[in-house]
């Protein structure tokens, strides 16, 4: 019976020692793996969250710009093409009356 009791003992050992081992490797394999991802996003050249962020928020800006200038230069061609008959309608009076002189 003692000899029993020893064997399983011994076989706790090496499965405890075994699953050390297999933690050991589990995280030396993510370690490398993590390096190997960290090198190939190093070269393909992209930008970083902070990065990308901050263009993102300036171009918002520069549309919220583009279309209040948009709406000035609209309501600009509309004052023109408002203002423009008057100046043809006064300019042919003006011509008429010179003519007729």
């Known amino acids: 019976m003692q000899s029993q009791s ?9 499965a ?12 030396e394999v993510e370690a490398r793996l993590r390096e190997q991802f960290e090198r190939i996003l190093g ?3 992209l930008v970083s969250r902070d990065e990308f962020e ?3 928020a300036m171009a ?12 000035r230069v609209a309501a600009l061609e ?5 203002a423009q008959p008057k100046k043809t309608a006064a300019g042919r009076a003006k011509k008429s009356s010179t003519q007729d002189v």
């Open 6 to 14: 020893r064997l399983l003992e011994d076989l706790a050992r090496v």
């Open 54 to 56: 901050a263009v993102q």
């Open 43 to 45: 070269q393909m050249d």
């Open 16 to 27: 405890s020692s075994a699953m050390g081992v297999a933690a050991g490797m589990r995280e």
């Open 78 to 82: 509309a004052a023109l093409a408002d």
């Open 60 to 71: 918002a800006k520069a549309r919220e710009e583009q279309e209040v200038l948009a709406e």
